[in-house]
């Protein structure tokens, strides 16, 4: 390990030295001043007076006794998770959901929210910024001690330029909706598509772990797809890759501006329940259109039938995506989570027939905790610890 050499700027030196210090303390979970010393190359007193200015500022606590090596057992040092936090938000349908997490990503408050319809982007932003009102005061988290927010938004989101080139929902097309959000929040903010912040969740906490190669499907008030390809996330030339309800899968229909695309319009929530209004008039708010479509199909054949065609259509779409990717797993999300034992079966089935290489189908592991999970996450990424100390 290359030390840093003790000339020139000294408060550059010192910002360095206690860089390599707390890359030790959360590579290694628990560690003592002594094995810092030794795994960074820097002076046992140089170490101490570090990790004490560290203390001073909420960064590093000491969590009890170590195993001796001969001498007095060591004191252990860990990384104080709960220095500083995290926003998360995503928007899914016509629900807000946000959550404040320490630095591990744990959620420390949560607050969900039914929004107004129609929806537009003043109003949404201003329920942003209410819910985060209210998680700082449940959490008891000081603004200041916020590093930022994960936003998962509906539509195509360019992360780079911080816009939104795509959402009928809420107005939001091509506007500068990042800048709009920091100003109104006063803190950096990270947006995303909504599916793609799900995506992220479970791939680092739920059914994705431990796969490198892993489509993220999702069925609700629209139909998408998150794309991880080589651990990386897949999204197109203008991020606008994983836009699977735009697939021509279902009866074509002329597209008015704005619209959803065919493979949306017939199969997600909203198209199955249009489908199945003649019988599934009593569907209650909140209550899956599967689950009372399996629950019918048992003395209705109408009901059975439609289960069929919205089953075989889901699997036009993951084959179409599976014989382009060829994904080592593809998750089955939202709504497709009501799918019963049978109908993954069969889905299973009719891939083996269509496609050559049919990967593992997992149902999404984590509910609607995923998008929050992945919300927080992006920031945990873009935010690396060894910037907090430019906090102080």
């Known amino acids: 390990m290359q030390v840093p050499k003790k000339t020139g700027n000294s408060k550059l030196v010192k910002k360095l030295n206690k860089e390599e210090v707390l890359q030790q303390v959360v590579l290694h979970g628990q560690i003592s001043?002594?094995?810092?010393?030794?795994?960074?190359?820097?002076?046992?007193?140089?170490?101490?007076?570090?990790?004490?200015?560290?203390?001073?500022?909420g960064l590093l606590q000491e969590v009890g006794m170590g195993d001796s090596k001969g001498g007095r057992k060591p004191i252990l040092l860990?990384?104080?998770?709960?220095?500083?936090?995290?926003?998360?938000?995503?928007?899914?349908?016509?629900?807000?959901?946000?959550?404040?997490?320490?630095?591990?990503?744990?959620?420390?408050?949560?607050?969900?929210?039914r929004l107004a319809q129609p929806a537009n982007g003043e109003t949404v932003i201003e329920d942003l910024a209410a819910g985060l009102d209210r998680l700082l005061r449940e959490s008891g988290i000081p603004r200041e001690r916020l590093l930022g927010m994960g936003v998962g938004l509906q539509g195509v989101t360019q992360r780079g330029s911080g816009t939104v080139s795509f959402s009928p929902s809420t107005g939001w097309m091509g506007s500068p909706i990042?800048?709009?959000?920091?100003?109104?929040?006063?803190?950096?903010?990270?947006?995303?598509?909504?599916?793609?912040?799900?995506?992220?969740?479970?791939?680092?906490?739920?059914?994705?772990?431990?796969?490198?190669?892993?489509?993220?499907?999702?069925?609700?008030?629209?139909?998408?797809?998150?794309?991880?390809?080589?651990?990386?996330?897949?999204?197109?030339?203008?991020?606008?890759?994983?836009?699977?309800?735009?697939?021509?899968?279902?009866?074509v229909h002329n597209r008015p501006n704005g619209a959803s695309g065919v493979f949306e319009t017939h199969y997600s929530i909203p198209g199955i329940q249009e489908q199945a209004k003649g019988f599934l008039s009593d569907l209650q708010e909140g209550s899956s259109v599967i689950e009372e479509?399996?629950?019918?199909?048992?003395?209705?054949?109408?009901?059975?039938?439609?289960?069929?065609?919205?089953?075989?259509?889901?699997?036009?779409?993951?084959?179409?995506?599976?014989?382009?990717?060829?994904?080592?797993?593809?998750?089955?999300?939202?709504?497709?989570?009501?799918?019963?034992?049978?109908?993954?079966?069969?889905?299973?089935?009719?891939?083996?027939?269509?496609?050559?290489?049919?990967?593992n189908l997992e149902k999404a592991s984590l509910g609607e905790r995923a998008g929050l999970i992945g919300a927080v996450h992006s920031v945990l990424e873009a935010f690396p610890f060894t910037r907090l100390l430019d906090k102080e």
């Open 33 to 57: 001043r002594a094995d810092i010393s030794k795994q960074t190359q820097l002076s046992r007193p140089c170490v101490s007076a570090l990790v004490d200015e560290m203390i001073q500022e």
């Open 78 to 113: 860990e990384y104080n998770y709960q220095a500083y936090a995290i926003a998360g938000a995503i928007f899914e349908g016509s629900t807000l959901d946000m959550a404040i997490a320490d630095m591990k990503g744990e959620f420390l408050a949560r607050y969900r929210k």
């Open 178 to 251: 990042q800048q709009t959000i920091e100003a109104r929040l006063g803190l950096p903010v990270i947006i995303d598509n909504d599916v793609n912040m799900m995506t992220l969740g479970e791939y680092v906490r739920g059914a994705g772990v431990g796969h490198t190669n892993v489509v993220y499907m999702y069925v609700g008030t629209g139909i998408g797809a998150g794309i991880i390809l080589d651990g990386q996330f897949y999204r197109g030339s203008r991020e606008a890759a994983g836009e699977i309800g735009f697939m021509m899968i279902g009866p």
């Open 293 to 359: 479509l399996i629950r019918h199909a048992k003395h209705n054949p109408e009901a059975e039938k439609l289960l069929a065609d919205v089953y075989r259509h889901w699997a036009y779409g993951m084959a179409n995506i599976i014989s382009i990717l060829n994904p080592e797993i593809l998750i089955l999300s939202g709504e497709m989570v009501h799918v019963d034992g049978e109908g993954v079966k069969q889905i299973h089935e009719w891939l083996r027939e269509w496609v050559p290489e049919v990967p």
